[in-house]
């Protein structure tokens, strides 16, 4: 039976790809499941013409995550945290506290899960770290960690 995908299903097929498949598997879970339908002249034009909308819409999101990551690039954050001898904090800078810092500094809202940071930041100090936002995008920001001042 001809089967046109509507979705992924692992290792048999992707959305819009038309494939001969049993007529058990079809009958009994991808017609049910609405991970396909049966194939016909029509649907080929049909799935083709989702497929361009899938592409573009991919293209356009990529474009504004690029856009996104470029006005990211380069940006400085400044942060204070009380600290004690040796330069050390009391407590320490997390993901969250950083997106939230680029968010009022920067106007830029990043989820604090994109923030690549591989233990708390515990020192004063300039600090490297990159965010992730997809497709090989990673722009690098500098967080600048200061000693808060006494009241």
């Known amino acids: 039976m001809k089967i046109a995908f509507l979705e992924d ?30 194939a016909s002249a029509g649907i080929a034009s049909t799935i083709e013409a989702q497929r361009n909308s899938r592409s573009r819409k991919e293209a356009r999101r990529e474009a504004d995550l690029a856009a996104l990551g470029q006005k990211l690039e380069g940006t400085e954050i400044k942060l204070e945290a009380k600290a004690g001898s040796k330069d050390r904090l009391y407590g320490a800078i997390t993901a969250s ?16 899960k994109k923030v690549e940071l591989s233990e708390p930041i515990r020192k004063l100090g300039t600090h490297q770290l990159s965010i992730k936002l997809g497709h090989e995008i990673t722009p690098k ?4 960690v200061s000693a808060k001042e006494a009241e």
Do not use: W
């Open 9 to 38: 299903v692992p290792n048999v097929a992707k959305a819009g790809d038309i494939k001969e498949v049993t007529d058990g598997y079809a009958r009994n879970y991808l017609l049910p499941q609405k991970l396909g339908i049966l």
């Open 97 to 112: 506290e950083i997106a939230a810092q680029l968010e009022s500094q920067a106007g830029i809202s990043i989820d604090k």
């Open 141 to 144: 920001i500098t967080v600048t």
